[in-house]
């Protein structure tokens, strides 16, 4: 597999790799797309070996949901460590093994709170057993490890007012002694399998999303508040994904 072609602009330190495109969720706002394919063990490997040359420091690893990945992502994590990289796992949150919090290659998990109330988030989030008390659960249970945290919100037209709530909430998480790293504030984009079917109930303007972020990030919280308006336009962060037997960026 020659990577040498991949189109990686200069400064991109972080590498956000989509393991394969499903998910066990049919979240109302989803950007992802179903048309690209599972990466193998192999590919994932040669490709991180690839960017750590190239002088990345950080991989994501999700999907999709990557607990969902038919091969073996601890193995992949453990690969992607020895190698140098401090290692994210951004996952949903439901499929987490028994475990997994005191597995060492994994540096940080990234999970998803749409709202502090269950009802909003998961009338955003659909999952058949209810979503936000899995969550919950997991936060829980990865404060109890002392595991690095961050947690994201793509933020809509439904929760666009719930932010400063949601910020109490995450601050009542870190003063119970979760290791929260970041929070992350993507606003909603109408694109994906789910995202184009509902832009006209979710999608806000640039200027109310710009607003409510701007006045949760106005009070220290211990933790530091990310606005993510278009994450494809961000500077350090690069994507990819495999299309059968090639890799892909973005």
């Known amino acids: ?9 200069p400064g991109k ?20 797309e179903l048309d690209f394919s599972a990466i193998s063990f192999e590919q994932a490997f040669e490709l991180l070996a690839h960017l750590r040359a190239l002088g990345f420091t950080q991989v994501v690893l999700g999907g999709g949901e990557p607990f969902l990945w038919p091969h073996d992502l601890v193995a ?25 919090e005191d597995e060492p290659s ?16 998961d009338r955003l989030r659909r999952h058949s057993k209810g979503h936000h008390a899995q969550v919950l659960e997991q936060l829980a249970r990865l404060a109890d490890a002392g595991c ?26 870190k003063a119970a002694g979760a290791n929260l790293h970041a929070w992350h504030l993507y606003r909603f ?46 500077s350090t962060v690069a994507y990819f994904w495999a299309d059968g037997g090639l890799i892909r960026t973005a």
């Open 1 to 9: 597999m020659d990577l040498s072609k991949l189109d990686i602009p």
């Open 148 to 173: 690095s945290i961050t947690l994201s919100t793509v933020v809509t037209r439904e929760n666009l007012t719930e932010l400063p709530a949601l910020a109490d909430h995450l601050q009542d998480l």
């Open 189 to 234: 984009l109408p694109t994906g399998r789910q995202g184009r079917d509902h832009s006209a109930e979710l999608l806000t303007s640039t200027q109310a999303y710009r607003a409510a972020v701007d006045g949760v990030r106005a009070q220290n919280r211990g933790f530091t508040i990310y606005r993510r308006s278009d994450m494809l336009r961000s």
């Open 106 to 121: 994994i540096d940080r998990f990234i999970l998803p709170l749409e709202s502090a109330t269950p009802e909003r988030h």
């Open 13 to 32: 330190v972080i590498a956000s790799i989509y393991l394969l495109p499903h998910c066990n969720m049919s979240c109302r706002f989803c950007g992802s």
């Open 76 to 100: 992949l994590c453990r690969k992607a460590k020895a190698m140098g990289f401090l290692v994210q796992v951004c996952t949903n949150g439901t499929l987490m093994p028994i475990g997994i």
